[in-house]
């Protein structure tokens, strides 16, 4: 069990680094399980891009392969909230000295799995419905004013320059009308989405329903953000540096070819390195959340000293100095 007193930013990373090499295989094949699921259902939208004729698809079916990619992106979304839970739940039993397996991790989101996913369906729905708006008017205008089947077959995309230039600086006028509320909606999203991130540690951890934990994760991270975006910018970082390096043979690939659309081979090959890259970053970020969850209520709330109280068999003196408003503590695994 880890010593619980208020950590500064350093001291939570170093927790972090700690926590996940101490227990690498256990986070690591928490976020496999999930991984592969979010692995199979980018594979279907490869094999839909396959059956549509891709890289030669229809210009009437182009409304496809824009649903297709709208699908994929909401269930891997989903997925993700749910590895993040799961991870959570392994973090805080052995962050507070329970024991911890993969399948008891894996068993935990499946009795509130609907209430997990209504959180990552609200938490997504208030940081990210505006950039979501505006894109689809940012597509409409492309759309709008490049060649009808443009996105939907790539190898044309080289002589429409050349033989309509009109309609590519229509295009880049559009762009630059839309382009700074795009700007503007991503940084509101960056910012909602900092506030609510500890919407499923509070829903695991304290088994408060979605709209309550989101709720309790804007009073918690107030005067944290800075602190949860650097984590972010750091998991971000080293998520770019193991996809650059996993994605070297697709991008030689690419400069030796330049100018083709990628294959459905290499797209599916891509596919993989991204469920790798996903088994070994994912639990980084939901173990630092996790840290800054406690950090933050024993800052705010006391929560090492109704830990000790608690451990110490005084569980009925912890509760009655506890506000109305913080749950017990988190359930042993089964």
């Known amino acids: 069990m880890q010593q619980l ?14 926590l996940y090499r101490g227990h690498f295989l256990l986070f690591a094949g928490i976020a496999a399980i999930f991984s592969g699921f979010m692995l199979v259902i980018q594979m279907l939208y490869v094999g839909v891009l396959s059956l549509l004729g891709y ?16 699908v994929e992106v909401l269930a891997v979304l989903l997925i993700a909230g749910l590895a993040i839970a799961a991870n959570n739940r392994a973090v805080a039993w052995v ?29 997504s729905f208030w940081a990210w419905a505006p950039l979501a708006v505006l894109y689809a008017i940012f597509f409409t205008v492309v759309l709008a004013a490049l060649p009808h089947g443009l996105f939907a077959n790539p190898a044309a995309a080289q002589q429409t320059a050349a033989q309509n230039p009109a309609a590519f600086l229509g295009a880049a006028v559009g762009i630059l009308i839309v382009a700074p509320f ?8 960056v910012w909602m989405s900092l506030r609510l991130s500890l ?3 509070a829903c695991v951890v304290e088994e408060l329903p979605a709209r309550r934990a989101l709720k309790r994760s804007v009073e918690l991270s107030k005067g ?18 193991i ?3 996993l994605s070297l043979p697709f991008l030689i690939s690419f400069f030796r070819h330049p100018g083709h659309p990628v294959s459905v081979a290499m797209m ?4 993989v390195a991204a469920f790798v890259t996903n088994t070994l970053i994912g639990p980084i970020y939901a173990t630092g959340l996790t840290l800054f969850y406690y950090d933050l209520r024993i800052r705010k709330e006391g929560y090492d000293i109704e830990w000790m109280m608690q451990a110490a068999g005084l569980e009925a003196a912890a509760a009655a100095a506890l506000p109305e408003s913080v749950p017990p503590a988190p359930i042993e695994p089964a």
């Open 5 to 18: 007193r208020p950590l500064s930013l350093g001291e939570i990373l170093d927790r972090t680094a700690e």
């Open 55 to 70: 890289p030669h698809v229809a210009p009437h079916l182009t409304w496809a392969v824009a649903v297709a990619v709208i």
């Open 95 to 123: 962050y507070l000295g329970h024991p911890a397996t993969v399948s008891s991790a894996a068993r935990s989101v499946q009795p509130r799995l609907g209430r997990y996913l209504w959180l990552m369906t609200m938490s």
């Open 182 to 189: 795009l700007l503007g909606a991503t940084i509101y999203g």
């Open 199 to 201: 919407g499923i540690p």
């Open 224 to 241: 944290s953000l800075g602190r949860i975006f650097v984590l972010a910018i750091l998991v971000y970082a080293v998520r770019m540096i």
């Open 243 to 245: 996809g650059l390096v």
């Open 268 to 271: 599916s090959l891509q596919q």
